[in-house]
């Protein structure tokens, strides 16, 4: 997945401005994209020269000025061809790439009381991911009011549930190695 195509999901479900774009990328897709501000700006810069989206200027009096987007029929042709595609797409959800788990195989080098208190903390951070999920349920209800059909929600519960079951997993994991390590102590 790139930016661009997660830029044109959301368009597709109607028009916004960058700023609700932005919003609307973190609360639904934050969790396994993160984009800044500045990147999403600068996409849709370049796909509206590529010619994915259009832009309209609207003038208001007190407050800035703003920007709304809409998804062209060819973002929407290259949405629908991105979605439709066989891809790596799998592949790469079951590939994982972390500095924090490589640490963790050297961590026999180093004092085990300093591994538990770095496993405490992933513990910790998962327990606060997890939290953070909690409100996913009145974002989705809120950007569902969006769309013209609700069985697509469906799949942003989906995904929200891979949210949960990660985290929940995660904390389960650190458990069992703190677990495993004072053992050994």
């Given at each position: 997945?790139?930016?661009?195509h997660g830029l044109?999901?959301l368009l597709?479900?109607?028009?916004?401005?960058g700023?609700?774009?932005h919003k609307?990328?973190?609360?639904?897709?934050?969790?396994?994209?993160?984009?800044?501000?500045?990147?999403v700006?600068r996409e849709l810069?370049a796909?509206?020269?590529?010619g994915f989206?259009?832009s309209?200027r609207v003038i208001q009096?007190?407050?800035p000025?703003k920007r709304v987007?809409?998804i062209t029929?060819?973002?929407?042709?290259?949405?629908?061809?991105w979605?439709?595609?066989?891809g790596t797409?799998?592949?790469?959800?079951?590939?994982v790439?972390?500095?924090?788990?490589?640490?963790?195989f050297f961590?026999g080098?180093?004092?085990?009381?300093a591994v538990?208190s770095?496993?405490r903390?992933?513990r910790?951070k998962?327990a606060?991911?997890?939290?953070?999920?909690?409100g996913?349920?009145?974002?989705?209800?809120?950007?569902?009011?969006?769309i013209?059909?609700?069985?697509?929600?469906?799949?942003?519960k989906i995904t929200?549930l891979?949210?949960e079951e990660?985290?929940?997993v995660g904390?389960?994991w650190?458990?069992k190695?703190?677990?495993?390590?004072?053992g050994?102590?």
């Amino acid at each position: 997945m790139s930016l661009k195509h997660g830029l044109l999901g959301l368009l597709n479900y109607g028009p916004m401005t960058g700023y609700e774009l932005h919003k609307a990328f973190e609360a639904s897709l934050g969790f396994f994209w993160q984009a800044t501000q500045s990147q999403v700006y600068r996409e849709l810069n370049a796909m509206e020269q590529g010619g994915f989206l259009s832009s309209e200027r609207v003038i208001q009096e007190e407050r800035p000025n703003k920007r709304v987007y809409s998804i062209t029929d060819a973002g929407r042709s290259e949405l629908m061809q991105w979605l439709s595609s066989p891809g790596t797409d799998i592949d790469n959800a079951l590939n994982v790439r972390s500095a924090f788990l490589m640490r963790i195989f050297f961590a026999g080098e180093v004092d085990s009381n300093a591994v538990i208190s770095m496993l405490r903390e992933y513990r910790e951070k998962c327990a606060e991911g997890l939290r953070g999920l909690g409100g996913v349920p009145n974002s989705i209800a809120e950007y569902g009011e969006l769309i013209d059909d609700e069985s697509k929600m469906q799949y942003w519960k989906i995904t929200a549930l891979y949210g949960e079951e990660f985290y929940r997993v995660g904390m389960l994991w650190a458990e069992k190695a703190i677990t495993l390590l004072e053992g050994s102590v």
